[in-house]
């Protein structure tokens, strides 16, 4: 009899710490950190996985998590590679109590392996500042969130740029304007909206390609000169862009006309490039600079414990890193408004998160809040947009350092819009998509 208790008495300790184990295992929130590096493209990829896990850690070390739930990762290594993108996706996607978050795939290419397997699993694909434009229209790509700017409205910002420089969108008529870009699904993406828009405001565009890793570009460069260009847009990534600057020198092409894509306008895009950088312009949907807020807390909580990321102290706050603290914020505040739904204090799957992402809403006051309001952009996210911001700031190097010369510039929703919708209805039609309907959303 007194065996037969004890084994109960046994039985029930086991029960109860196996309950206490899972109790303690439910309050983690599980995100893959899959970026890269290694490569041509690792200053991208550390830099901004750099910036997220820093935030996660900043979270965990000042607020216990979010709501009690501690942030758990796992780095997997990409080489910004469709493959090893897709590999990393499905060695970590149901990992943690609730599977993955969500994934960040930091490639274009990635971002495209990615839809249908993210669909199917219901984890959301978000590609903040890339990846496929189209998957702006939330009813088509309920489960992929390019958030705050996508390439089509970046590239409508840019004209708009350019237009203020030559002293109006009328001055637009007859300019030349040359589009070098990464021979890649990204460097690709932006043809079609630069297309429409040379017709509709007159100027001659000109595409030109260089190959991966683009550290060859002498006969596109000599190109360049031949036809004699207003501007250039750079359209660049990893060690593509400093080689670009030196040739562009090189051919005697102005600094201060090429115009750069935000994966252009990194300080590891410039410094390597010498003289040949100063003076250029490039977009930007982060800023840089520890001065904010957050960058101050994250200084506070994690590097002065001496727990943070970067190795090199001289990347905290910049382009990339800062990106990744966005990407960091982004996360959280979807898992945050998840949980308002369904649950403070517990672990979100990826299908309550993508519930979350879609109903985010970061106006002034909350990015102040999160001591973010120099870093980014406000953003409201719906059912039919997925983008949820649109704008763009332009910066340029003197030098030294990135300064910003523009405030926001909106996108041109007039010209993406509609494409949007059309590339969207056309993909729902390929793969035998019946949209949602928005009105029905909740």
């Given at each position: 009899m007194k065996r037969k208790s004890l084994l109960v008495a046994v039985a029930a300790l086991a029960a109860g710490a196996y309950a206490g184990a899972v109790a303690a295992q439910a309050k983690e929130q599980f995100v893959p950190a899959n970026f890269y590096w290694v490569g041509p493209y690792a200053p991208g990829g550390s830099g901004a996985s750099g910036g997220m896990i820093d935030y996660f850690k900043l979270l965990n070390a000042r607020d216990g998590g979010i709501n009690g739930v501690k942030l758990t990762w796992e780095k997997c290594e990409t080489e910004y590679r469709n493959d090893r993108g897709v590999e990393c996706y499905e060695r970590s996607k149901k990992k943690g109590p609730t599977g993955a978050t969500l994934i960040h795939p930091f490639s274009t290419g990635i971002t495209y392996s990615l839809i249908e397997k993210g669909t199917a699993d219901k984890i959301p694909i978000v590609s903040v500042g890339y990846g496929r434009t189209d998957a702006s229209d939330g009813r088509v790509f309920p489960y992929v969130f390019p958030l705050i700017t996508n390439y089509w409205s970046q590239n409508t910002a840019k004209i708009k740029f350019i237009g203020m420089k030559e002293g109006g969108m009328d001055k637009l008529k007859g300019k030349k304007i040359v589009n070098i870009y990464h021979d890649s699904a990204y460097g690709k993406e932006t043809i079609p909206v630069l297309d429409v828009q040379a017709k509709k405001f007159g100027f001659q565009v000109t595409h030109i390609a260089v190959p991966h890793p683009g550290n060859e570009q002498q006969a596109q460069w000599l190109q360049v000169r031949q036809i004699k260009p207003d501007w250039v847009i750079l359209r660049g990534w990893g060690v593509m862009n400093p080689t670009a600057l030196k040739a562009a020198a090189k051919v005697g092409f102005p600094s201060t006309k090429i115009l750069g894509v935000w994966w252009s306008g990194a300080e590891e895009d410039v410094i390597p490039a010498g003289d040949a950088a100063k003076g250029y312009i490039a977009a930007g949907f982060n800023l840089p600079g520890t001065k904010q807020p957050v960058m101050q807390e994250i200084l506070k909580y994690v590097y002065a414990k001496g727990q943070g990321e970067l190795?090199?102290?001289?990347?905290?706050?910049?382009?990339?890193?800062?990106?990744?603290?966005?990407?960091?914020?982004?996360?959280?505040?979807?898992?945050?408004?998840?949980?308002?739904?369904?649950?403070?204090?517990?672990?979100?799957?990826?299908?309550?998160?993508?519930?979350?992402?879609?109903?985010?809403?970061?106006?002034?006051?909350?990015?102040?809040?999160?001591?973010?309001?120099?870093?980014?952009?406000?953003?409201?996210?719906?059912?039919?947009?997925?983008?949820?911001?649109?704008?763009?700031?332009?910066?340029?190097?003197?030098?030294?350092?990135?300064?910003?010369?523009?405030?926001?510039?909106?996108?041109?929703?007039?010209?993406?819009?509609?494409?949007?919708?059309?590339?969207?209805?056309?993909?729902?039609?390929?793969?035998?998509?019946?949209?949602?309907?928005?009105?029905?959303?909740?």
């Open positions: 190795e090199d102290k001289s990347r905290i706050g910049s382009i990339y890193h800062t990106r990744g603290v966005v990407l960091g914020i982004l996360t959280v505040e979807a898992v945050r408004k998840a949980q308002e739904r369904y649950g403070k204090g517990n672990s979100m799957t990826g299908e309550q998160v993508r519930w979350g992402l879609e109903n985010l809403n970061l106006d002034a006051k909350r990015l102040k809040e999160l001591g973010a309001s120099d870093l980014m952009q406000p953003l409201k996210v719906s059912c039919l947009d997925h983008e949820g911001g649109g704008a763009v700031k332009f910066l340029q190097w003197d030098g030294k350092a990135w300064k910003v010369i523009t405030d926001w510039i909106p996108s041109d929703q007039s010209i993406v819009r509609p494409m949007i919708e059309a590339s969207a209805a056309q993909y729902a039609k390929e793969k035998g998509i019946t949209p949602r309907d928005c009105s029905k959303e909740k």
